[in-house]
């Protein structure tokens, strides 16, 4: 039988090239596996604060503003650390001694910088979304494959973590699913009431916005990349620029892989998408991101995904089916719900330490083949709510039943970016 992940495999060409840091190896004298591995950061804005964080031994920062780049040094202890600042993150990815590249970008830079480091034979730590259009995706993981590389997305909440407002790990909803304690089909609500915020008002992109100077330390040219070339206005970059289709896709781009990477996980769906999605929302710019009332994402299987903007029932459960309930807070309809999950037999074990995976070579949890799955959930939401238009979907070719809807999955790139 054709699989989908054969589909994927066939339209992205996929390879079997196998590079290797020489240092991961521990081989001609270098740094062996049991040592630190090490990192480059490109992107020095707000969410730079977490991958400093995170392990590996930072050798390089990058950003394309130079207060954003010197206030990260300074922070690192920079050149006296060992640590260099790069404007050009092209600079960064060509050094040898760098194992993992972290991309802290905004989105509509994802794709470009991480299939650039996977040719450079590094490890990628992706921010989320994993990229800004369903197409972007697929080259990802063709690149990701084709070069062996270990890749993963900086969501966690699939493998660990209290999820949001339902005080529980996501494992204990997945074996409610999964052992068919609630029935199926399945309905998951996404809403303040089940615990989740949306954020909306927070990514509201500005219309009308005025040509401004662009800032001395900000290279703009390299800041838009591949993004059509359009007049600076600060809430364009920076903080805000979540707010515009160019770069993101506002609070859907901002919490969709946080909150639905689970969702898939859960439903069993990391293999595939939705066959519709619908819309409720005013007709939006052409330019800058509004808000959405309502998104209605449907499986072949009947299961359904909802995502309330406007919280409109106070009652709702975050998780139902046929046989229960369970509600925010891990709250339930079916007696002992908790003793029973916890009689039943764990999901399968999943590779949840990134640097082993990179010295074992192994697939890490949320990588790019289930990572695009969960991101296409969330850029299906991003064009139905551009176009305004309820739409089908078709998993194994990648369209959907409308012209305008797929031709924002291969979006152009400006010159000289492409894929």
């Not at 909150?259 to 710019?285: F, H, R, T």
């Amino acid at each position: 039988m054709h699989t989908r992940r054969q589909t994927i495999k066939s339209l992205a060409a996929l390879a079997t090239i196998q590079i290797v840091p020489s240092r991961v190896l521990g081989i001609n004298g270098q740094t062996p596996p049991s040592e630190t591995l090490t990192k480059g950061i490109i992107g020095c804005g707000g969410i730079c604060s977490s991958h400093l964080s995170m392990p590996g031994k930072l050798l390089a920062l990058c950003d394309v503003d130079s207060k954003h780049l010197a206030n990260r040094m300074t922070q690192t202890g920079g050149e006296e650390k060992g640590i260099k600042g790069y404007r050009d993150f092209r600079e960064l990815i060509s050094r040898d001694d760098i194992d993992i590249v972290h991309v802290a970008t905004p989105p509509h830079w994802h794709a470009l910088m991480a299939i650039a480091a996977a040719e450079k034979g590094k490890d990628i730590w992706c921010e989320k979304p994993m990229s800004r259009t369903i197409g972007e995706g697929l080259a990802m993981i063709k690149a990701v494959e084709k070069h062996d590389r270990i890749f993963r997305l900086n969501t966690w909440f699939r493998f660990q973590s209290g999820f949001y407002g339902m005080r529980a790990p996501v494992s204990m909803i997945k074996k409610a699913a999964m052992h068919d304690l609630l029935g199926w089909p399945l309905k998951i609500t996404v809403s303040k009431t089940t615990g989740f915020d949306w954020k909306q008002d927070m990514w509201v992109g500005k219309t009308g916005l005025q040509p401004q100077p662009v800032p001395p330390e900000l290279d703009y040219d390299s800041w838009l990349g591949p993004a059509p070339k359009k007049p600076y206005h600060p809430h364009r970059v920076h903080q805000s620029f979540r707010g515009y289709w160019d770069y993101d896709g506002g609070g859907l781009g901002d919490m969709g892989m946080h909150y639905l990477d689970p969702v898939q996980y859960i439903l069993g769906k990391d293999d595939q998408a939705p066959v519709s999605v619908e819309i409720d929302a005013d007709p939006q710019d052409a330019d800058a991101i509004g808000t959405w009332r309502r998104i209605e994402f449907t499986y072949a299987d009947g299961c359904k995904v909802i995502l309330d903007g406007e919280d409109k029932d106070p009652n709702v459960a975050y998780i139902e089916g046929p046989k229960g309930k369970i509600h925010q807070g891990f709250r339930s309809d079916i007696p002992d719900l908790r003793k029973k999950i916890d009689a039943l037999p764990d999901p399968p074990p999943q590779n949840t330490d990134f640097h082993e995976c990179v010295r074992s070579r192994k697939k890490f949890a949320l990588n790019e083949q289930n990572g695009f799955w969960s991101c296409t959930l969330v850029n299906m939401g991003v064009i139905a709510h551009r176009l305004n238009k309820n739409l089908k979907f078709d998993s194994k070719t990648l369209k959907f039943d409308d012209p305008a809807a797929n031709a924002l999955i291969h979006q152009p790139m400006r010159d000289p970016w492409k894929i």
